[in-house]
């Protein structure tokens, strides 16, 4: 069964810090990719998604994500973190039996030190 | 305009008992689906809805859970003889098409706790 893992649970970063977030998939076959963020307080919003094209993806509030296929690998990434992006995120993955079924990475919960 | 709406909010319920969980989807959407999200964990696909019809169901654990939209915009998800194993947030989104590219816009989710 396709599957994704994120790697790290928790991290805590200070303000102007960098930040990239592991996230991994099982499938090998064409995946369309996504990375959700959810605030305190707040539902599962987009944050970036990539189906085809160019593998470097640019989403809101500066942060991208990289897609390297022979890595099975769609990392986030941010050059320099604020507060405000305290959240927790999770990516999601469909592609193998359904385009509209989402599977989701456990997340990881992002804490920036003011 | 509004967004994806859930009710209640908070759900408390005893062991046994049955309930209801609400989802008013964005105005328009015709395909809406219910996520399940354990604690530390992602969410977890249940059901998919494209209009009336539930078009994919593979993700509901047994069968007591069941799910409605007998309108196409609202949708009611049920759970029969809660079970504790049951406590979770239960989440709507809805998309205005279904699969890529559309994007599933996410309700706040119903917090379910079977005591």
């Known amino acids: 069964a396709q599957s994704v893992s994120q790697h790290n649970h928790h991290v805590i970063l200070s303000e102007a810090a960098s930040l990239e977030l592991g996230c991994n998939y099982s499938?090998?076959?064409?995946?369309?990719l996504f990375w959700y963020v959810q605030y305190p307080g707040q539902h599962l919003q987009l944050l970036l998604k990539?189906?085809?094209?160019d593998p470097l993806v640019k989403g809101i509030k500066g942060f991208e994500a990289e897609f390297i296929k022979s890595k099975f690998s769609f990392n986030l990434r941010k050059p320099s973190v604020q507060w405000s992006d305290t959240a927790e995120y999770f990516c999601?993955?469909?592609?193998?039996?359904?385009?509209?079924?989402?599977?989701w990475g456990a997340g990881t919960k992002l804490i920036i030190k003011p | 305009g509004a967004g994806v709406s859930q009710t209640p909010s908070n759900k408390v319920t005893e062991k046994g008992k049955y309930v209801e969980l609400r989802c008013d989807p964005i105005?328009?959407?015709?395909?809406l689906y219910w996520y399940r999200q354990s604690l530390g964990q992602g969410p977890e696909f249940l059901i998919y809805?494209?209009?009336?019809?539930?078009?994919?169901d593979s993700g509901l654990p047994n069968d007591r859970f069941f799910a409605v939209r007998p309108e196409g915009s609202v949708s009611t998800l049920k759970i029969q003889r809660t079970e504790r194993g049951d406590s979770a947030v239960y989440l709507c989104?809805?998309?205005?098409?279904?699969?890529?590219?559309?994007?599933?816009?996410f309700g706040p989710g119903t917090r379910l706790t079977v005591t």
């Open positions: 999601a993955v469909n592609g193998m039996d359904s385009n509209y079924q989402l599977i």
């Open positions: 499938y090998g076959g064409t995946v369309n």
């Open positions: 990539y189906f085809s094209g």
């Open positions: 105005s328009g959407h015709t395909a």
């Open positions: 809805f494209q209009g009336t019809g539930a078009a994919d």
């Open positions: 989104a809805s998309s205005d098409g279904a699969g890529v590219p559309y994007e599933q816009y």
